[in-house]
């Protein structure tokens, strides 16, 4: 089985996914006070980075268009995971690391950045090791006192980028090493992040790949990939071992899991559901702003500044918003099946 999968990852995840890597249930963003909030650090990739990749995409139309208007430095039409789980938290998303400055870093900071992964990645940005590093640095400076961190929160989501690189680089054809060196950095990422002095880290689990439209375009967005489907299983299975370990060791439930691919899987399922009753419903599987050509992303335009992109009629139907992000409603449909695990953190 483990050879089949990897023919099929060998033969259409590259040519779908090498050209994607650089790649928000009613809920109140209000204003909170500042003074006695929680603050939130978060650690990882595009499905969490709220605006660190400057110089890509994320900061050109459409991107931002249901929120906040305008492009914001988010791979999505709106708000992500991230946004929500800081309103969760009754605070403010975190200023961005790149972004920051010495009044806005009370609730925290985001250190994620598109396109990276926990290990480097063809994307010149900061892998997570280099994350954590920045984290330190704040704290050695005193930005953030020790009283600061037990209360706050970690989000770290990792991994997909690392998939995607390692098929560039050869690293996928021991893909079972590749893997058990991959979730045992994490590992060792997220022990630092503890040892730090954050009490509580919340880790996003692998998402279903099989079911991105950079890949699920096999089956004419018909169908998730079951076989693909089968690398982020056995990642997340791997993952939630090494994760029981930390908590065993702390001695204490430090550590807890989002369970994104179930998550995208049955936010995916019940809108297939109601597009089977009613069929000019959007298809789950079909992005929002779907490219035009191999090697075009979301907001691209030619030299003539024509757009390489095509709209869906409402992002606020859809699930995806381009061919590995999920739109604002997408996300909106995961934090709700993952509020459940969030309240380990009240």
């Not at 890597?21 to 500042?34: H, P, T």
């Not at 954590?132 to 770290?156: C, H, R």
Request: charged letters at 15%; hydrophobic letters at 40%.
């Amino acid at each position: 089985m483990a050879k089949h999968i990897l023919c099929i990852i060998s033969i259409f995840l590259l040519p779908f996914m090498i050209f994607t890597e650089v790649k928000g249930a009613k809920k109140s963003y209000g204003i909170y006070d500042s003074n006695t909030a929680r603050k939130l650090f978060v650690f990882g990739d595009s499905y969490v980075d709220t605006g660190n990749f400057v110089h890509s995409e994320s900061y050109k139309p459409p991107n931002g268009m249901t929120f906040p208007g305008t492009p914001a430095g988010r791979f999505c039409d709106g708000r992500i995971i991230t946004d929500d789980i800081a309103s969760f938290l009754k605070i403010e998303s975190p200023t961005p690391y790149a972004l920051r400055n010495s009044s806005n870093m009370q609730y925290g900071i985001n250190f994620a950045h598109g396109g990276t992964g926990i290990f480097n990645t063809s994307i010149n940005g900061p892998n997570m090791t280099v994350q954590i590093d920045s984290f330190e640095k704040l704290i050695q400076q005193n930005i953030y006192t020790k009283i600061d961190l037990q209360s706050s929160i970690a989000l770290v989501n990792a991994g997909g980028n690392d998939y995607t690189n390692a098929l560039k680089t050869g690293r996928i054809l021991d893909l079972p090493a590749f893997m058990e060196s991959l979730v045992e950095q994490m590992s060792v990422n997220l022990n630092r992040i503890h040892n730090l002095g954050i009490n509580k880290v919340v880790v996003g689990l692998l998402q279903p790949i099989g079911c991105l439209p950079a890949l699920n375009v096999i089956s004419l967005r018909t169908n998730c990939i079951g076989l693909l489907n089968l690398v982020s299983k056995d990642h997340n299975k791997k993952l939630l071992q090494a994760i029981q370990k930390l908590n065993n060791q702390a001695g204490k439930s430090v550590f807890i899991t989002l369970d994104l691919y179930n998550s995208f899987l049955s936010a995916i399922e019940t809108m297939q559901k109601k597009r089977a009753a009613n069929s000019t419903l959007m298809n789950p599987l079909q992005p929002c702003c779907d490219v035009k050509n191999l090697g075009d992303s979301c907001g691209t335009v030619n030299d003539k500044g024509e757009k390489k992109y095509s709209l869906c009629e409402n992002p606020k139907v859809s699930f995806f918003w381009d061919n590995v992000h999920p739109s604002q409603n997408g996300w909106s449909a995961v934090y709700t099946m993952l509020q459940p695990s969030l309240v380990q953190l009240t």
